[in-house]
């Protein structure tokens, strides 16, 4: 499933106040889909569908190796029964973090839902032929820019970054920009997904899968 394409992103367009609408059923375990990756594409479909800005961004948290924690907001890309798939630069920290510590944390929170999941597990590359495929389908300005950055390293102006720009977009005229080896995906494969919904008096719910020793999704409730 293909989330969200580059060229549909809507950051930096005006978007309309979103009223806080707290679902008023409470969540139940027996109406839960049986696996968390069904449960999250309907909460997805919920928040899409409800005109949310980015509904697709979250917060992904990595700890170095020394277990110093980094986190930043990342766009989802895709997702399926395999996990959650990101894209960046392979050069910049949380490549870094996931090279030393292969485990990350996902957080997607959907305020005017009054809805939040949570994701942990490892972190994998995805292969080179969809980082390829996905590659290809970017704006190419966004192809361009990285081959531009060296991602996370000081320079020295924005007009450094500029130029690079520049000097690249002359490079590539008439030609397909090829996806450069030190970008690509990341897929988290998950452990353990948390779906929080707010209650009443702060009776909040929080249902958890995770898997069992047989290897079967579970659910568990957890207190507030």
Same mark, same amino acid.
């Given at each position: 499933?293909?989330?969200?394409?580059?060229?549909?992103?809507?950051?930096?367009?005006?978007?309309?106040?979103?009223?806080?609408?707290?679902?008023?059923?409470?969540?139940?375990?027996?109406?839960?889909?049986?696996?968390?990756?069904?449960?999250?594409?309907?909460?997805?479909?919920?928040?899409?569908?409800?005109?949310?800005?980015?509904?697709?961004?979250?917060?992904?948290?990595?700890?170095?190796?020394?277990?110093?924690?980094?986190?930043?907001?990342?766009?989802?890309?895709?997702?399926?029964?395999?996990?959650? &798939?990101?894209?960046?630069?392979?050069?910049? /920290?949380? %490549?870094? $973090?996931?090279? #030393?510590?292969? =485990? *990350?944390?996902?957080?997607?929170?959907?305020?005017?839902?009054?809805?939040? &999941?949570?994701?942990?597990?490892?972190?994998? /590359?995805? %292969?080179? $032929?969809?980082? #390829?495929?996905? =590659? *290809?389908?970017?704006?190419?300005?966004?192809?361009?820019?990285?081959?531009?950055?060296?991602?996370?390293?000081?320079?020295?102006?924005?007009?450094?970054?500029?130029?690079?720009?520049?000097?690249?977009?002359?490079?590539?005229?008439?030609?397909?920009?090829?996806?450069?080896?030190?970008?690509?995906?990341?897929?988290?494969?998950?452990?353990?997904?948390?779906?929080?919904?707010?209650?009443?008096?702060?009776?909040?719910?929080?249902?958890?899968?995770?898997?069992?020793?047989?290897?079967?999704?579970?659910?568990?409730?957890?207190?507030?």
């Amino acid at each position: 499933m293909h989330v969200l394409d580059e060229a549909s992103d809507t950051a930096g367009k005006e978007t309309p106040d979103m009223p806080h609408n707290p679902p008023k059923a409470p969540l139940l375990a027996e109406r839960m889909a049986p696996d968390p990756i069904k449960q999250f594409l309907r909460w997805f479909a919920g928040a899409e569908q409800a005109g949310l800005p980015l509904a697709n961004a979250m917060t992904l948290a990595t700890a170095d190796k020394q277990g110093k924690p980094s986190a930043r907001m990342v766009l989802l890309k895709d997702v399926d029964a395999r996990g959650f &798939v990101f894209y960046t630069n392979y050069q910049g /920290r949380k %490549a870094d $973090d996931l090279h #030393d510590n292969p =485990f *990350a944390a996902l957080v997607f929170y959907w305020q005017p839902l009054s809805r939040q &999941v949570r994701v942990e597990g490892p972190v994998e /590359r995805v %292969a080179p $032929d969809e980082s #390829d495929r996905y =590659f *290809a389908s970017r704006p190419r300005g966004h192809q361009l820019e990285a081959h531009a950055s060296a991602q996370s390293q000081v320079v020295r102006d924005r007009d450094f970054l500029q130029k690079q720009f520049e000097e690249l977009s002359g490079r590539f005229a008439g030609q397909e920009v090829p996806r450069p080896r030190h970008w690509g995906g990341y897929r988290l494969v998950p452990e353990s997904v948390e779906f929080w919904q707010e209650g009443k008096d702060r009776l909040h719910d929080r249902l958890r899968y995770r898997r069992d020793a047989a290897g079967n999704w579970i659910i568990e409730r957890l207190a507030p």
